[in-house]
């Protein structure tokens, strides 16, 4: 038995050292094109297709948005993207239960970015594995639901370890549900005390504002860094 | 790229078939000992600790019951359960995904399950891979609760595919969400017309005594087979 389990963790290894590699590629390749990743990720029905759409919604005048829906199965919110007009691709991933580095790669490939400020992956809904594997992406957002509870960073802590931002999703039904939101980002910032914090809800619309602010923000920045950079080679 | 993906696979299928063997190993440590295991799947936060208390409610008369809480990281659904005086322990994944048949099979030894009739596994919060290992469980229970949507078995159609019984949790959630109870059933019984489907409620009580009595004929199916076959051999 020792044996066998020594096995996976070199199987695991070599895949995440070979990750780690695709990940550097996929970085150069946005950096070339000016392009902007998003990794979000979250548990099935936490809210990520919502949030794509309240991005849209309120930075589609200023950017050039594309989406990489990644599931295991089905195009049910390919479907629900493309009718805003945004540019989508729906990746299957074989039942793979997360998306990797060169799968991203080849998503953008397809999509062919050079015309794309920012393209937002939409991970596998999964709270575990997509945290484990790096895309390469500028910023990794994850969502915590309401419904869901706030215990999930003591069991899911590498999730809210590598995130850069956190979205609470669907405050509204705070009253049904017996979460504490100071228990819930206690929790978060004991594991990652970096974490941007963001209470939202999609039905009542409370604080998408704010959070595609911060996030237009992390956009800009990268442009003028990117650009300031350029000026002095 | 292609040799890399071709590699995964093997391994993923090496895997797999160490995991058959294992499952089977465990099958018959459990037959030995007149032991019934259930394997509980479902997203985090859908409600699988709250079905086991109800589980323990109202089965704990008829049968000594034990709990095996596999978490990535975490005891707080061991002090749970273990609060109502009931046999529990908790595993460390590690981080990994989900439980397979070997380390299913570590737990039983640790717990000495000669003297328990019913053993529920509470697996990683996780809709992908835990489907995926078999751990030589007698039924297989999923629960989907309200808040994620009744869109779920299009997306992550093998958990759906190899569960015995679907739990329909949070109804009592049914007027907040957009949840249709017959697109939910149809699309699940669409991949699996042997699926038994409960709708159930652990705020209102709904459902429970139903699931309960299902669970109670499972058990009692099993010794009825195993005496049987004793007596003929």
Redo the contacts between chains.
């Keep these: 038995?020792q044996n066998?389990?020594y096995r996976?963790v070199e199987?695991r290894e070599q895949?995440l050292a070979?990750n780690g590699k695709a990940a550097e590629k996929n970085r150069e390749c946005l950096k070339q094109n000016g392009s902007f990743l998003v990794n979000l990720m979250g548990?099935?029905?936490a809210g990520k297709t919502s949030t794509i759409l309240k991005i849209i919604e309120k930075l589609r005048e200023k950017y050039r948005i594309g989406v990489m829906e990644a599931?295991?199965?089905?195009d049910?919110?390919a479907a629900a993207i493309g009718k805003t007009g945004t540019r989508v691709i729906q990746l299957h991933t074989g039942?793979l239960?997360h998306m990797d580095a060169?799968m991203t790669g080849r998503g953008l490939l397809a999509f062919d970015i050079k015309d794309l400020d920012l393209v937002i992956l939409e991970n596998?809904?999964?709270?575990?594995?997509p945290a484990?594997f790096e895309v390469g992406a500028d910023l990794r957002i994850m969502i915590l639901?309401v419904?869901?509870?706030d215990?999930?960073p003591?069991?899911?802590?590498?999730m809210f370890s590598i995130s850069d931002a956190l979205l609470i999703s669907?405050t509204?039904?705070e009253g049904?549900f017996d979460f504490s939101r100071d228990l819930a980002v206690q929790r978060a910032l004991a594991l990652n005390p970096d974490l941007s914090v963001f209470f939202v809800s999609a039905k009542t619309g409370e604080g998408y504002d704010e959070f595609c602010r911060f996030l237009d923000q992390k956009i800009s920045a990268k442009r003028y860094l990117s650009a300031g950079k350029e000026e002095y080679e």
């Design positions: 038995m066998r389990s996976i199987v895949v070979d548990s099935p029905g599931d295991a199965d089905g049910t919110d039942g239960c060169d596998v809904g999964n709270l575990v594995c484990e639901s419904p869901e509870g215990d999930k003591l069991k899911y802590p590498l669907k509204d039904t049904i």
